[in-house]
């Protein structure tokens, strides 16, 4: 994702567009003048791509809200006992996060509806956090890549004007100090060539994740409304899993939770 678009950049930059098997010799020539930060630039994107290709996998509405679901549970609720076991056996053998979060509601069905809801909730946000893995890694990745490729930057302006300090030489500064600026470009470009498609697949998949729980509530108060005692105050189920707007807010659930 990342280091084949700063490779195709950068050669680009360096070959002037021409196409040909130069032009990739060039591109690697490009990777390795720019310097040793190159190294964990390009750690970091492929520890970007494993991320975001196993979230997008993990976070398909199959796997999350499976369709079969629903219609099967509520077939094991109407021909079900007293004590819901159908219903509960089904749930742990689906395993899917909405068969998790309905299971903690299911086994407080006797029970009066605020206390049915907090455990919902609780289920709720613990599936949150479970969609949300690895999520900080990313954030962390978008954070640190820009101030990798400065890093990078500063290594090179020092060493253009480290060797300019130990030339005897009064002329040809400037093609001195050419290869440690062209390091030093070079590490800045790689480093917010990687920022920047972290930010946006950071936001699209938590924007996904938001999505789902938010479908996900939906689906538990309209089963509080439908199931729940009925002696108790159905209109205020409400279980509301807090969608995480950020990867800080993860360590407060798992506190509150805990």
């Not at 930060?37 to 993990?58: F, G, H, Y």
């Not at 219609?71 to 509960?88: E, H, N």
């Not at 030093?184 to 924007?207: K, N, R």
Request: glycine share 8%; proline share 4%.
């Amino acid at each position: 994702m990342v280091t084949v678009w700063d490779l195709l950049i950068l050669g680009q930059a360096g070959g002037g567009g021409e196409v040909s098997a130069a032009s990739v010799n060039s591109v690697w020539d490009f990777v390795i003048k720019g310097g040793p930060m190159m190294i964990p630039i390009a750690v970091c994107s492929l520890v970007a791509l494993t991320i975001s290709i196993e979230r997008l996998v993990s976070l398909s509405r199959r796997n999350i809200i499976p369709s079969a679901f629903l219609p099967g549970l509520k077939k094991a609720m109407d021909d079900d006992d007293a004590d819901r076991s159908s219903a509960i056996k089904y749930c742990q053998t689906h395993g899917s996060p909405v068969a998790n979060i309905f299971l903690a509601g299911i086994k407080k069905l006797s029970e009066p509806v605020e206390l049915m809801e907090k455990y919902i909730q609780e289920a709720g946000q613990r599936e949150v956090l479970k969609l949300r893995k690895y999520l900080r890694s990313l954030n962390v990745i978008a954070s640190i890549a820009p101030l990798m490729g400065l890093l990078g930057t500063i290594f090179g302006m020092i060493m253009a004007f480290q060797t300019v300090a130990t030339s005897g030489e009064a002329l040809g500064k400037a093609e001195l100090l050419a290869k440690g600026i062209y390091q030093a470009m070079i590490t800045t470009a790689a480093g917010l060539l990687l920022a920047i498609p972290v930010v946006v697949v950071y936001h699209w998949i938590s924007a996904k994740i938001e999505s789902l729980v938010v479908e996900v509530d939906q689906m538990t108060v309209d089963f509080i409304e439908e199931y729940a005692d009925s002696g108790s105050d159905v209109e205020s189920a409400s279980p509301k899993f807090r969608p995480i707007e950020d990867a800080d807010d993860t360590e407060q659930v798992a506190a509150e939770t805990a």
